[in-house]
């Protein structure tokens, strides 16, 4: 079947490559000339594993193409997907200008039959929307239908979570739509939720919001933990073991971050506001989240005394391991935070430094996890790069001023950093 795929973010560069592994026949389209030169010339804008070879092999074997015209993608396709970016207002709302743009081009270049589907993540009623603007500029009235199918890859697992997911949905208001992207997903054995318009947008923003509510539930339950002398690994495997709860998304650390919950939890808040109900459950979720990234201090603090002149070391800066990406990522709150009580500040990670030095120019950096510990007067750990698992302790303390060590995500046992000689500190532990 012929996909045209418009944007190549993370959702529509590895969606669009998915759907060309699964035999189908893809254009990928964005305004960005220089992803696109980048594309062609067989690399990739975005750092996700597994991401390039799949590009490469899909592109020789001819099912794969890039363009920056989406009156040629949309011309040469049945199936239009809308996987361009909405990044929040400075009101926390989504900017939804760029579907509206491509909306309108959508139905300037229609010259037959499209279904036209939403990916990006998008506000309930986006939907009507598109229909509306479509219907304006498709000046020969041409049918189409429209169609939501939100998107659950995670970045640094992303190909494995399009080809095996928990779940497709499918929002659609026609059979002939809805037979034809169950033949689109026909390859992926996954169970298929066919549901109206508006409930598929709605899933997306409940299922990002409510794995936000599990990591703000374990980690105000961390404080308890850290109060009252409980270990938060055991309390999560504890609770996590009930089906009913389950154990994912129970970690505690630093906060969650990236380009998904914050900005899809405050997204949603702002659609129910609208709506007419004040979703006070998902403010306090975000006030957790923010005040969670702030206690790194609190604790710093609590084992240095005082932080001014002293040396921070920081271990991993991307939101999460595997992503280069920058976006929201805790360790600039962190770092923020630090640098305001007169920290200086030495940092490593293994691929999202390049990013980082944009947003932190005045922080050093590091080329490994040992040239960050040189004379630091702590280090925290705040990404849990695999990497780090299998650093040399022994060492890694020795080059130390003072073997302080805050691990941000638990990633390290307790008691053997402290037979080690750390001075150890976890998340509510
Ligand atoms: C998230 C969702 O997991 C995807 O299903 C969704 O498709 C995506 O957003 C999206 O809307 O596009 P992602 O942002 O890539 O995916 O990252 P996650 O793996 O969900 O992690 C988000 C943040 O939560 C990270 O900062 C991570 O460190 C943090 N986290 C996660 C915790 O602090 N504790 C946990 O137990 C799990």
Redesign the pocket.
Known sequence: MKVCMIGTGY?GLVSGTCFAEIGHNVICVDNDERKIEILKKGKIPIYEPGLLPLVQKNVSAGRLNFSTSINEGVRASLFVFIAVGTPPKESGEPDLSSIENVAREIGEAMEDYKIVVEKS?VPVQTGKWIRTVIERFNKKGIPFDVASNP??????SAINDFLRPDRIVLGVETEKAKQKLLELYEPINAPKIITDLASAELIKHA??SF?SMK?SFINALSIICEKSGADIIKVAEGIGLDKRIGRD???A?V????F??PK?LKAFIGIAQKLGYDFRLLKEVERINEEQMRRVVKKLEDLLWNLKDKQIGILGLS??PNTDDMRFA?SLTIIAELKKQGTTIRAYDPVAMENAKGLMPDITYCNNAYEVAENADAIVLVTEWDEFKNLDLKKLKQKMHQPVFLDGRNMFDKQKMKELGFIYTGIGR
């Open positions: 959702v993540t998107e659950f890859l995670r970045e640094g299922s990002n794995l990591i998304f129970l970690n650390g906060g969650f971050g990236g998904c919950f899809d939101f999460k805790p």
